[in-house]
Nanobody, 117 residues
Framework: QVLLVESGGGSVQSLGSLKLSCAAAGSIINGRGVGWYRQAPGRDRELVSRISVGIATYADSVKGRFTISQDNTKNTLYLQMNSLKTEDTAVYYC????????????WGQGTQVTVSS
């Protein structure tokens, strides 16, 4: 059973924007922490942004450019990405029911984001 489905990825030029969405089955994003992670080829998965107890935090590399939000009425998590850089290229995953970063019960299948110069 697929519980988290990401969408909105694609190819964009440097300084462009994309908005990722993560549709959740039921209210699984309404509980413990939720977040967006990414993994580039040959690199470890990294936390991009998360919301926990109503507080949003961001990786230093995306601060001021990315915004995380959630709409509990739609059971959807979002990631607005502006001023994209080539180093943002990665597969982006949403995650839910996270006790601490990376320790999440539910993971999406990922969506590819490719930024070209």
């Amino acid at each position: 059973q697929v519980l988290l489905v990401e969408s909105g990825g694609g190819s964009v030029q440097s300084l462009g924007s994309l908005k990722l969405s993560c549709a959740a089955a039921g209210s699984i994003i309404n509980g413990r922490g939720v977040g967006w992670y990414r993994q580039a080829p040959g690199r470890d998965r990294e936390l991009v942004s998360r919301i926990s107890v109503g507080i949003a935090t961001y990786a230093d590399s995306v601060k001021g450019r990315f915004t995380i939000s959630q709409d509990n009425t739609k059971n959807t998590l979002y990631l607005q990405m502006n001023s994209l850089k080539t180093e943002d290229t990665a597969v982006y995953y949403c995650a839910a029911d996270c006790a601490v970063p990376h320790a999440c019960t539910y993971w999406g299948q990922g969506t590819q984001v490719t930024v070209s110069s």
